[in-house]
């Protein structure tokens, strides 16, 4: 498992770094922290964009047909995301975050739409300030892994932050549909 992760994590950093090798400008120095960086503000505007399409009356919404039986609802995906989010770039920063986190899930006291993607985008925000840290001296050194027990490195919890959100992204995009909107990356 371990080596099919780290094959995956190579994969997207080569995915990304020649993507970002493409656009840049000739004289521009491609570091880490920049290429993580970019590849986490695709997933920000994919994810904040679908947090907003969602009207607030929905914001409960799960659904309920088929095998769905004790999934997040919309809120809890994106309370989710943002809450990991901090606890990836406060290990990453190797310090406590700087919001409330309520494990896992995301605070209880964040409720309506306007706070939730409130809470999400501040959760960006730290994540770009902690990506911004990770440089080609500490990138691969050993840091404490924020879930559970070993280690990890800033770079695989900056990927994570990069990756992460899709799989909550493609569960939000079901919610978008099932109730009759078009996600606004597909528009």
């Keep these: 498992m ?6 995956g994590v190579c ?18 120095h491609l570091s ?12 920000e505007r ?19 047909g088929g095998e769905f039986k004790g999934v997040r609802t919309f809120a809890q995906q994106v309370k989710h995301v943002a809450a990991v989010n901090y606890i990836l770039g406060a290990s990453i920063l190797q310090e406590k975050p700087p919001a409330e986190i309520g494990g896992e899930l995301g605070p209880e006291s964040v409720t309506t739409k306007a706070d939730i993607v409130k809470y999400l985008k501040a959760s960006f925000e730290y994540a770009h300030k902690a990506i911004g840290t990770i440089n080609e001296k500490n990138y691969l050194e050993p840091i404490k892994y924020p879930f559970g027990e070993g280690s990890s490195s800033r770079l695989a919890l900056a990927v994570i932050i990069t ?3 899709f799989d909550h992204y493609g569960q939000m995009v079901e919610y978008l549909r099932s109730n009759g909107i078009v996600p606004p990356a597909s528009r």
């Design 32 to 43: 880490v922290a920049k290429v993580l960086d970019s590849a986490a503000a695709g997933m």
């Design 163 to 165: 990756s992460h959100g």
């Design 11 to 28: 994969c997207l950093l080569l995915t990304v770094a020649a993507a970002a090798q493409a656009a840049k400008p000739k004289d521009e």
């Design 46 to 64: 994919e994810f904040v964009s679908a947090a907003e399409a969602m009207p607030e009356d929905k914001y409960s919404f799960a659904p309920t």
């Design 2 to 7: 371990k080596q099919l992760l780290s094959a």
